[in-house]
């Protein structure tokens, strides 16, 4: 009888089991715990609740809900945010700095007249009207479950509503806080009469009348503010 060599079958497979244990052993990287940027996976969970709030609204959800849909334990929710509520006021406060942070807005180009600027405004609502829909939707919902006492002292919406009118004053080089809420009460209605009305509201028609009506109203505002001396 042969003795064994290493190419005997069942030699063969013991070596080859022992060299995967031992590579399962000293494979450190495998028993590394693993690194978790918290932020940054608050801000996945997050994006991926927006979609679930989205399409299904706020009122209608539940955290159990969330979870399933999103794919994570209700525990994990529960362990970033200790409600629907606050969940739903990190999301706004979220995607508020998203929408208004530079490199976002550098996607509106550099328009040098106020015409050509709402133009752009405009147009860089109309690329991205679904989103903006839903985003208008969801505040709806969420408003439609708490009393205007409520929301006047909700600070998360409150600083919301700044950071969007501070994004349109820079843009559009105005000061005034007043005409900034305006042009976003405009945007605003625009998209919701757009949901039951669709096309017939033009965009581009709507964005020339909003500059026709905005540029004589700068040209007096400027006016009325410039310097005695400038005015003489």
């Known amino acids: 009888m042969s003795g064994l060599t290493l190419h005997h079958p069942p030699l063969l497979k ?3 089991g022992l060299k995967f244990y031992l590579y399962q052993m000293f494979d450190i990287k495998r028993w590394m715990p693993k690194i978790v940027d918290h932020e940054q996976y608050r ?9 679930v709030f989205a399409q299904t609204g706020y009122a209608a959800v539940t955290m ?16 970033y945010f200790p409600s629907k509520e606050s969940l739903f006021e990190q999301l706004v406060e979220y995607i508020s700095y998203q929408d208004t942070a530079e490199q976002n807005l550098v996607k509106l ?3 040098q007249t106020l015409g050509a ?27 439609r ?13 409150q600083q919301a509503g ?28 625009l998209i919701i009469r757009r949901l039951y009305q669709g096309d017939r509201l033009c965009l581009a028609e709507q964005a020339t009348l909003l500059e026709q009506l905005l540029t004589p109203y700068l040209e007096i505002h400027q006016a009325n503010h410039q310097p005695a001396t400038e005015r003489l």
Not at 117 to 139: N, P, R, S, V
């Open 117 to 143: 600027k709402i133009q752009a405004l405009i147009e860089f609502i109309a690329k991205q009207e679904d989103y903006f829909l839903h985003q208008t939707l969801m505040l709806v919902d969420f408003c």
């Open 43 to 51: 801000k996945e969970l997050l994006d991926k609740c927006f979609n």
């Open 14 to 16: 013991a070596v080859e």
């Open 109 to 111: 180009g550099s328009p």
């Open 162 to 189: 700044q950071r969007y009118e501070q994004a349109v004053k820079d843009f559009l080089e105005i000061q005034d806080s007043n005409l900034a809420q305006f042009i976003l009460n405009f945007i605003d209605g």
């Open 64 to 79: 159990r809900q969330l979870s399933l849909e999103i794919g994570v334990s209700t525990g994990t929710l529960y362990h």
């Open 145 to 157: 479950q708490h009393s205007r006492s409520e929301i006047n002292q909700n600070q998360t919406l």
